[in-house]
């Protein structure tokens, strides 16, 4: 890219974000050499003009768009060059073209095509024919025709002939730019999406998924993402046929003014072209390419649907270092059960029949339990929200732990698929699949980040057709949700696993391994200086990624902070400046209120960066996530069965999509609140008014048990007369309707039986 190039880009970012231009070229400069957003947005802030992390990545997303229009651009015009195509005035036009549409759009005429109709007749000699119909409307062109009658060329009368030039004429009406660009235009504000069941599939069982669009219909502007991807997925599995039109007259119509200037019987000639022209290449090409763009559209919702769900997934709060007994819920084969240490390390692990089996067996798993818990001094139980996990939740709570043990559910979806990956094997080389999800249930309610970045954040089960949408484009903006909670919260550097540390600015999975290995070489890192010492750590990843590192009880206290190593001679300077230390400067906040910021603003660092400093000071290593609360769903509501209409619930909303939120009341299956009905105000975006994690208070509106389905709502005073959205407002295609939360174990329930046999299972514990 050349130096003009670059300053025309910088100067187009600008312009379309309203971003100041400088603060555009600065940042462009920035993540030329190197850096990452989250580096760029904590520690760049002067240089940036305070940018953040999603202006930033439009920066640099957008420069990449513009690098990818010019390397088409330069393809374009090697290929009309080569082909002695390229006058001046063409050569204009490719380089006036602003977007990739348009682009294509002046390079159509040009393009290299296969075999068409229109080729067949230039290749039999036609052109001329074609020509001298547009140039000669008011005459009659019978006589002419005739001159290109040529049987060896397969011209048998003068009908093919004109027949041949019509094909040539109608495949430049369909290349004309400037139509091209006005039926754009036109297929963008007016034109129809519509699906309709695909011939003979209307009582197949499996199209009944998508009976909402066997006979549907709106407009392309107005065509929700979930709709759209729903449809699209109907078209791809054969249950639906898909259009996107608009009436052919709106395009045949102006084009016709365009090229018939006459009256003759050229004239009529050159109109059947054009109508043909429109009809035949035009509108195919205009509907093929909104199916593009409003697939685009569509993922783009979907991507930020899931990016925005996984991000309040990262950042729920976090219960923090405790002793944790974590089960993973079972009936026939029994509940996984494992101790974990403070640092969430495997101590103890067994398998409970707490749930099935006979009342011995449910005795025993009380003792052992019970005597678990005493053992280990655990300060929390977490359970598994899968199946069995309501049953698993009685039983515990019927040992009667002290207040002070709260026994919490936690969302498992994903556990499995972290259990049987490369990393957990790693990690628990002896260990079985059981007991690794059991593991990562608790570590899950220990520290949820640290936990989930160890899994492919599309098996975590909060997006909306994740499947469908591009892949590229899903794993570039779930990277980018990552490495900003990661580098958000900050990583410490002596715990933290490699799977977390390659999120880490700066750094990668090489470097990531290189940490733990040194770590396990040398013992724990004892400031952030040492890291200079690890393989392949150089300068600019230190820099890069020095600052999201903790180490806590360093010698430095600044090491356990977010301040960035280069600016601690400016805090020593500070403490120096008031007679003191910077441990002291750190626990003294009148001394830190003496300090103008001002005398120590230069023109590197700026209030904004002494700003970051000072909150720092105040609280150091300071977690941004909310304080964790405890939350229990309502006793004897555990199966959809218990469900009646009006019962009024607590849960907690599990996956949040562009037609509504799905919450968990603990029965094993979710339940959609409609966008309908979010809130007695009218809501465009769910978003707006939940999200992943929230605690909700919802009412029962419908449970179909037909088809699994639960209808909530959380208006204050909801319709009961029913709970089914309209017709098309749902997800559409069956099975993304409900995000995959639940693991399926398709187990026998236990048989109710007295409880007598806890108080004496907690006797004998004690007796232990």
């Known amino acids: 890219m050349t130096e003009a190039t670059s300053s025309a880009h910088l100067d187009i970012i600008a312009q379309e974000s309203g971003i100041p231009l400088s603060s555009v070229s600065s940042t462009a400069k920035l993540l030329a050499e190197g850096a990452t957003v989250p580096f760029i947005s904590r520690y760049r802030k002067e240089a940036t003009g305070s940018l953040d ?3 930033i990545q439009t920066v640099r997303d957008r420069m990449v768009q513009l690098a990818e229009l010019d390397t088409r651009r330069g393809s374009i015009l090697k290929s009309l060059e080569e082909r002695n195509l390229l006058s001046p005035e063409l050569k204009k036009k490719v380089l006036a073209a602003k977007t990739m549409s348009a682009l294509e759009d002046v390079f159509a005429p040009y393009r290299p095509k296969r075999q068409t109709r229109a080729t067949k007749a230039r290749e039999k000699g036609l052109e001329p024919l074609s020509v001298w119909l547009l140039e000669n409307q008011d005459a009659d062109p019978s006589e002419k025709a005739a001159e290109f009658v040529d049987a060896a060329k397969e ?4 009908d093919e002939a004109l027949a041949g030039a019509r094909d040539i004429i109608a495949e430049q009406v369909a290349d004309d730019a400037d139509l091209r660009g006005r039926t754009r235009t036109i297929y963008e504000e007016e034109a129809v999406v519509s699906s309709r069941v695909m011939y003979g599939k209307d009582e197949d069982k499996e199209a009944a998924r998508f009976r909402d669009y066997f006979e549907w219909s709106e407009p392309l502007k107005a065509i929700p993402s979930h709709r759209m991807m729903a449809i699209r997925r109907g078209e791809k599995e054969g249950f639906l046929i898909m259009r996107i039109e608009v009436p052919l007259e709106r395009v045949a119509t102006p084009a016709v003014g365009d090229w018939v200037k006459g009256a003759g019987g050229a004239a009529e000639q050159v109109r059947m072209a054009v109508e043909d022209g429109c009809k035949r290449l035009l509108m195919p090409s205009m509907e093929t390419e909104m199916r593009l763009k409003g697939k685009k559209a569509a993922d783009e919702t979907a991507i930020q649907v899931f990016a925005d ?8 709060s976090p219960l923090g270092r405790k002793r944790t007994l974590a089960i993973d819920p079972a009936f026939r084969t029994g509940c996984k059960t494992v101790v974990l240490d403070a640092q969430g390390q495997l101590l103890h692990h067994t398998v409970l029949h707490a749930t099935a089996g006979s009342s011995s067996q449910q005795y025993e798993a009380a003792v052992e339990l019970a005597g678990l818990i005493k053992k280990y001094r655990i300060e929390a139980v977490a359970i598994g929200n899968g199946t069995a996990s309501r049953e698993t939740e009685t039983f515990v709570r019927k040992l009667k732990l002290p207040a002070s043990i709260p026994v919490l559910m936690v969302n498992e979806s994903g556990a499995s698929v972290y259990s049987a990956s490369e990393a957990a094997r790693e990690e628990f080389p002896n260990e079985d699949v059981t007991v690794r999800g059991a593991v990562s249930i608790g570590r899950r309610l220990m520290d949820p980040l640290a936990e989930l970045v160890k899994i492919d954040p599309k098996a975590i089960g909060v997006g909306q057709y994740q499947h469908d949408v591009d892949q590229r484009a899903l794993k570039r903006s779930l990277d980018d949700t990552v490495e900003s909670c990661v580098n958000g919260v900050g ?9 977390l540390l390659a999120y880490v600015s700066g750094l990668n999975d090489s470097l990531a391994a290189n940490i733990v290995e040194w770590r396990s070489k040398n ?10 010492e690890v393989s392949r750590l150089g300068e600019k990843a230190f820099e890069q990624a020095a ?20 600016r601690y001679s400016l805090v020593e300077r500070m403490a120096s400046d008031l007679g003191c230390g910077v441990d002291e400067l750190m626990r003294d906040p009148a001394r830190r209120k003496k300090i103008d910021l001002r005398q120590y603003a230069d023109d590197e660092v700026g209030l904004p960066t002494l700003k970051d400093i000072m909150a720092e000071l105040d609280k150091p290593g300071r977690d941004p996530r909310k304080a964790f609360e405890v939350f229990s769903f309502a006793e004897g509501i555990e199966k959809p069965s218990d469900l009646t209409q ?7 909303v599990t996956n949040v999509t562009a037609f509504g939120a799905f919450v968990d009341v603990g029965v094993h299956q979710d339940g959609l609140v409609h966008i309908s009905q979010l809130s007695d105000q009218f809501v465009s975006d769910p978003n707006d008014v939940v999200k992943v994690g929230q605690k909700v208070n919802v009412t029962v509106m419908e449970v179909d048990m037909a088809r699994n389905r639960i209808s909530l709502s959380m208006k204050s005073a909801p319709d009961l007369g029913g709970g089914t959205p309209r017709r098309g407002q749902g997800g559409g295609g069956g099975h993304d309707r409900r995000p995959a939360q639940r693991r399926d174990r398709r187990e026998a329930r236990p048989s109710s039986g007295g409880n007598d046999w806890f108080s004496q299972a907690l006797n004998q514990a004690k007796k232990k």
Not at 155 to 158: E, G, Q, T
């Open 547 to 566: 600052g999201f590192l903790r180490i806590r009880e360093a010698a430095n206290p600044l090491d356990a902070s977010a301040v960035h190593p280069e």
């Open 53 to 55: 992390e999603v202006q």
């Open 523 to 532: 013992g724990p890192f004892e400031s952030r200086a040492q890291l200079k």
């Open 491 to 499: 990583v410490e550097l002596n715990t933290a696993s490699k799977q």
């Open 646 to 652: 009006g019962l009024k619930l607590p849960g907690i």
């Open 309 to 316: 769900n996984l991000r309040e997934l990262l950042l729920a």
């Open 155 to 158: 011209v048998n009368d003068k």
